[in-house]
Nanobody, 118 residues
Framework: QVQLVESGGGLVQFGGSLRLSCAAS????????MGWYRQAPEKQRELVAT???????NYADSVKDRFTISRDRAKNTVYLQMNSLKPEDTAVYYC????????????WGQGIQVTVSS
């Protein structure tokens, strides 16, 4: 029932910035944890950043100090601000939400392309 839709991707030059948005069909606080994952060509999907309903935030070491995850309760939206982008950040980025309840389940967005040129 819960839908997650990403937006804000595109092509950016080395060192540039981009902000991704993840709009949920219901309150983002119905999720125990939300976050962003990414999958580069020929690589496995990896965790980028997460934020719990209590506000606890975690980042992958590769993006720490460059990316910032945030949320807007009124807009049911989670954001990923990406600064100082590198070609290594090129990937399809996916929004994720872990819902605790009956049942407990993960929701995923369809993914959005981010490409960083050299």
């Amino acid at each position: 029932q819960v839908q997650l839709v990403e937006s804000g991707g595109g092509l950016v030059q080395f060192g540039g910035s981009l902000r991704l948005s993840c709009a949920a069909s219901e309150s983002i606080f119905s999720f125990h944890r939300m976050g962003w994952y990414r999958q580069a060509p020929e690589k496995q999907r990896e965790l980028v950043a997460t934020i719990t309903s209590y506000g606890t935030i975690n980042y992958a070491d590769s993006v720490k100090d460059r990316f910032t995850i945030s949320r807007d309760r009124a807009k049911n939206t989670v954001y990923l601000q990406m600064n100082s982008l590198k070609p290594e950040d090129t990937a399809v980025y996916y929004c994720n939400g872990l819902h605790l309840g009956v049942p407990t389940y993960d929701s995923w967005g369809q993914g959005i392309q981010v490409t960083v040129s050299s």
